[in-house]
């Protein structure tokens, strides 16, 4: 089982920045063939995939609406990922999960190709 666990969210006004943090752990945590990824829903909207990256690498992946303004990063002796997140906007309001998948999924951009998930952590953006 492999454990994930989200942290640096908070309230930040509209054109500012956040670090979001997600360190793993756990027996079967298997390093270099993990797929590590940020998601997140806002309230009544389905959840939207944000980055994912390689951990063996440097293959980076960002949703559309992210893309210029989030960047997504990996520490492998701290099992940590990172998403910095730039000029944030209202509407980047969600709870941020962090997620995992074992091996190399075909679409990295979908939520149904991770299988483990942090508990998320809510960023809210003012206007």
């Known amino acids: 089982q492999v454990q994930l666990v989200e942290s640096g969210g908070g309230l930040v006004q509209a054109g500012g920045s956040l670090r979001l943090s997600c360190a793993a752990s756990?027996?079967?945590?298997?390093?270099?063939?993990?797929?590590a990824g940020w998601l997140r829903q806002a309230p009544g909207q389905a959840r939207e995939f944000v980055a994912a990256?390689?951990?063996?690498?440097?293959?980076?992946y960002y949703g559309d609406s992210v893309k210029g303004r989030f960047t997504i990063s990996r520490d492998n002796a701290k099992k940590a990922v990172y998403l910095q997140m730039d000029s944030l906007k209202p509407e980047d309001t969600a709870v941020y999960y962090c997620?995992?998948?074992?091996?190399?999924?075909?679409?990295?951009?979908?939520?149904?190709?991770?299988?483990?998930w942090g508990q998320g952590t809510q960023v809210t953006v003012s206007s």
């Open positions: 997620a995992a998948v074992n091996g190399w999924p075909s679409n990295p951009l979908s939520e149904y190709e991770y299988n483990y």
């Open positions: 756990g027996r079967t945590f298997s390093g270099y063939a993990m797929l």
């Open positions: 990256i390689r951990w063996s690498g440097t293959i980076t």
